[in-house]
C-alpha cells in the first residue's frame, strides 16, 4: 500500500488530535447539503457550519441524483434535517461538455469505450438547479415542513447565490 503512505501517514498525525468522536451523527443544525465533489468546495466553512452541524451529499456536478434523494429521506425522518440546500458551482467541470464528447475524452483518456456510461451533464446549470430543487420538495417522502432552497456557490468569491 506505498501508494497510500503519505495519507496514512497524515491520517496518525490527524488522529493524534482527534477531538470529533463521540456526535451522535444527527445534522445539529438540521441542514443538509447536496453539492459537487469540487475540491474549492468546503461544505461547511463556506455556510458558517461546523462538524456535525449538516449532513453533505457529494457528486459531480452537484446534481439531486437518486442516491442523493435516498440520503435526503433518511436525514429529513431520521436525521434532524429540516433545511436542504442543493448548490452547483461556477466553473464546474459538469457544464463544459456534452454527454458524447465527455464520453469520447473519456474513451480516448481511458483506452476503453465509454459511449454507455452516462456522466450527467449539466447543459444548462440554473435549469437543472431548478430541477434539482423541484425534485426534492416534489418527493413524497420529504414534507412541505422542510425548506428547500437552491444556490449557485462562485468558486471565485466563495458567495452563494439564491436562484428561485
Not at 124 to 144: C, M, N, T, W, Y
Amino acid at each position: 500500500m506505498g501508494e497510500f503512505d503519505d495519507l496514512l501517514e497524515a491520517n496518525k498525525s490527524f488522529a493524534d488530535n482527534f477531538d470529533l468522536g463521540g456526535f451522535d451523527g444527527k445534522a445539529h443544525a438540521g441542514v443538509a447539503l447536496v453539492t459537487c465533489m469540487d475540491s474549492r468546495i468546503d461544505p461547511l466553512a463556506m455556510l458558517g457550519l461546523k462538524h456535525g452541524d449538516a449532513k453533505i451529499f457529494r457528486n459531480p456536478g452537484g446534481r439531486v441524483t437518486p442516491q442523493a434523494l435516498e440520503a435526503l429521506v433518511l436525514g429529513v425522518h431520521l436525521l434532524g434535517v429540516e433545511r436542504i440546500l442543493v448548490v452547483p458551482h461556477t466553473k464546474c467541470a459538469m457544464t463544459k461538455h456534452s454527454e458524447p464528447v465527455l464520453r469520447e475524452l473519456i474513451t480516448k483518456a481511458s483506452g476503453v469505450d465509454a459511449s454507455w456510461q452516462s456522466f450527467g451533464v449539466v447543459p444548462d446549470q440554473v435549469a437543472g438547479l431548478r430541477e434539482d430543487v423541484r425534485k426534492v420538495q416534489s418527493h413524497p417522502l420529504i414534507p412541505d415542513t422542510v425548506t428547500v432552497g437552491g444556490f449557485i456557490y462562485d468558486v471565485d468569491t466563495g458567495l452563494l447565490s439564491p436562484v428561485e
